[in-house]
């Protein structure tokens, strides 16, 4: 006998939504009504639930604005089969992406949530609106033939990621009256996610940039012919900067795709709209003069004003199409509000495009967020720090440094107006990095801006011989007071890359710092450059750190040393040495993975534990042991006496002598009772 089909119940549910809506004197639009210009244009721009090229319409939508005159898209989508209202991926997020990081769209198209969050996402991809609420509404008919709904409201924005939060159980839409929408909206807005569901958030999102990244990069490579590796980092960077527009006085409109008319006339090509955009952006961005100017003038020479990127083919420029992929790749990602887990993670994957893995006169390899903040940290840095880096990279160092500066000043400062003036000092005046390939040092500047900076001290010059300990910008003829140093140097470099931190910690005269280096740094590859540092310097801490830390990119066994700075090392100074070969986290190099760093250990505790052991000593000792903590000495003359552990006494003790003995007589008796008859007489006898 076959199985009857259940009839879909969408119909009434529609009807009753809308008539709740109707009720509440809301001017709500259906499927087909335009709710406004930029709304329409976001929904459209998105792939659509199916994953095709856009065409998203909501089943209902409205635009709800709370006593404040803020504007609250709400976006309600409809099913009509019991059990359709939600469906979470494994972290508990509504279902957007599968395993794999592609879009999931069967959960998307097959339940209500799922889709309304997904045109959530539209609208915090492509229009400035921050705070979106996402309604699914489904039901089915009882046995009776009453008819019975649920209900899922979830907010959707920057602060969770773009996947959502539930605000609570509603049984109607009655909490949008306008008599009851400030309530719903104070609700909103004392949601907060757990650290651990941020974790996973971040996590996730992680992945799916590194997927999207990696789409991007094969699309251009295979599609756009004559573009090299930097000039896709390059266009990467400007594409982002001319659409990422600024809010407030200053106003900046983002450059769009449709602003982009692949004209052939001089002054209004392509390229031309955005490098005035981009200095449009830097302009009210307040960045120095002589940085602005380099930063237009690296985008511009060979790049944005070249002849066959500008030339329309067909009606459209290569520039066009390669701004618009994109957008739309990583549009998202930069607009949902980024934090230097996003950015660490772009900057790692735009790397791996550069192909320096084959030269090694330039292996930088890029150091993981948790590490970044591990080292900024272990050097102590606290607002009123100076941080700078000799080998600065993308910047995910100073990014982590200016965090904890800006986190030390939030928990310290009280009045808001003065925090305000803090956090503008420490990105102008306390942050300086050295980077020399002109390609990373783009990666950094872009990375400083997508923090909210773009006056920082990021210099394009050689550490090493050509820069002179003084400010980048503005204030070029005062010395930078460093009291805080962080490093991750290239290994190749002399002394695997000791020279750089001999040169910086000379330059200083008190402070700390905190370095990540090849472990061979310590045990003999850098002995003249360890005696001269120690002549001004004393080492702290030799922590031993994971072998797998750079899984993907390098498994060289690496290091951290930790410096006090503007004191020669004495012979009798203790020396913490840490065996940090378990931090507590599993890594994985596969593509397929949804994520691949996962905290199995407490890894937090344990990062927290290592910083506390550096600064306090062996009464921080709670998750390691004395087998994974050493305090000695090192000979200052020496210079590759850096990487020791704790001993092991190897003297058996009586108790040993027992155990050994026991053991031994637990086997004869287990042989005699096996055969009792061989080798003599046996038990019993």
């Known amino acids: 006998m076959a199985k009857t089909k259940i009839q879909s119940v969408e119909p009434n549910i529609a009807d009753l939504a809308n008539g709740w809506l109707k009720s509440y004197n809301l001017d709500y639009k259906l499927e087909q009504e335009s709710l406004n210009s930029s709304i329409d244009k976001a929904l459209d721009e998105y792939i659509s639930k199916q994953g095709k090229d856009g065409g998203n319409r909501p089943d209902c939508k409205l635009l709800a604005t709370d006593s404040y005159g803020s504007f609250y898209p709400v976006l309600i989508e409809y099913k009509g089969y019991k059990d359709k209202l939600v469906k979470f991926d494994e972290n508990g997020n509504v279902a957007l992406k599968t395993s794999d990081n592609k879009d999931d769209f069967k959960s998307i198209n097959t339940y209500a949530v799922n889709g309304a969050v997904h045109y959530a996402n539209a609208l915090l991809h492509y229009t400035d609106y921050e705070d979106i609420i996402s309604i699914g509404v489904t039901g089915y008919k009882d046995d009776a033939g009453i008819l019975q709904n649920e209900i899922g409201v979830y907010y959707v924005s920057s602060k969770n990621f773009?996947?959502?939060?539930?605000v609570a159980k509603y049984s109607d839409l009655s909490f949008l009256k306008k008599e009851n929408f400030d309530s719903f909206i104070e609700k909103v807005k004392s949601l907060n996610l757990t650290e651990e569901e941020k974790n996973k958030s971040i996590e996730k999102r992680e992945a799916e940039i590194s997927s999207s990244l990696v789409k991007l990069n094969n699309d251009i490579y295979k599609n756009?012919?004559?573009?090299?590796?930097?000039?896709?980092?390059?266009?990467v960077a400007a594409s982002i900067i001319a659409n990422l527009g600024i809010k407030g006085d200053k106003y900046v409109k983002p450059l769009e795709k449709s602003d982009l008319k692949s004209s052939a006339e001089k002054g209004e090509r392509d390229g031309d709209i955005m490098l005035r955009k981009i200095e449009a952006f830097l302009s009210a961005k307040n960045v120095p003069e002589d940085k602005k100017n380099?930063?237009?003038q690296t985008f511009s020479e060979g790049l944005l004003t070249n002849e066959n990127i500008n030339k329309p083919i067909n009606g459209e420029s290569q520039l066009k199409r390669v701004f618009s992929k994109v957008i739309d790749d990583l549009g998202l990602y930069y607009k949902i509000g980024l934090t230097t887990d996003f950015t660490g993670k772009l900057f790692n994957e735009m790397y791996n495009w550069l192909g320096f893995t084959q030269d090694k006169l330039n292996d930088v390899v890029l150091t993981p967020r948790y590490v970044a903040t591990f080292l900024a940290r272990l050097a102590r840095v606290n607002?009123?720090?100076y941080v700078?880096?000799?080998?600065t990279g993308s910047a995910g160092l100073l990014v982590a440094a200016m965090n904890v500066m800006i986190d030390d000043a939030k928990a310290n400062i009280q009045s808001p107006d003065e925090f305000k003036k803090k956090e503008t000092h420490i990105k102008a005046n306390q942050l300086l990095g050295l980077e020399i390939l002109p390609s990373i040092y783009m990666l950094a500047i872009l990375n400083m801006i997508l923090m909210g900076d773009g006056s920082s001290n990021i210099i394009n010059k050689d550490s090493l011989n050509d820069y002179d300990g003084n400010y980048g910008f503005v204030r070029t003829s005062e010395k930078f007071p460093a009291t805080a140093f962080v490093l991750n140097p290239p290994y190749s470099a002399s002394g695997n890359g000791m020279v750089f931190v001999e040169k910086a910690l000379s330059m200083m005269n008190k402070g700390y710092a905190a370095i990540i280096i090849q472990h061979s740094a310590g045990s003999g590859k850098a002995v003249e450059y360890n005696k001269r540092i120690l002549k001004h310097s004393t080492l702290l801490a030799s922590i031993k750190m994971p072998i797998d830390l750079f899984v993907g990119k390098s498994s060289v066994?690496?290091?951290?040393?930790?410096?006090?700075?503007?004191?020669?090392h004495q012979k009798d100074e203790i020396v913490?040495?840490?065996?940090?070969?378990?931090?507590?986290?599993?890594?994985t190099s596969r593509k397929r993975a949804s994520v691949n760093?996962?905290?199995?250990?407490?890894a937090k505790g344990r990062y927290e534990e290592v910083v506390n052991l550096v600064r306090f000593g062996k009464s921080k000792l709670n998750i390691f042991t004395e087998k994974e903590y050493y305090e000695g000495t090192i000979d200052p003359e020496n210079g590759a006496d850096w990487n020791q552990s704790a001993p092991v006494d190897t003297k058996p003790t009586f108790a040993d002598f027992k155990k050994t003995v026991s053991d031994y007589l637990a086997w004869e008796v287990s042989s005699l009772l096996k055969n009792p008859t061989n080798g003599g007489e046996g038990l019993g006898k």
């Open 388 to 391: 700078w880096d000799f080998a």
């Open 294 to 296: 380099l930063i237009i």
């Open 383 to 385: 607002k009123d720090s």
């Open 597 to 602: 760093l996962r905290d199995t250990d407490n």
């Open 224 to 235: 756009e012919n004559g573009l090299g590796e930097s000039a896709r980092i390059y266009l």
């Open 576 to 587: 913490k040495f840490i065996d940090f070969s378990n931090d507590g986290y599993a890594r």
């Open 162 to 166: 773009g996947y959502g939060q539930e």
């Open 557 to 568: 066994q690496t290091n951290v040393y930790v410096f006090r700075v503007g004191e020669a």
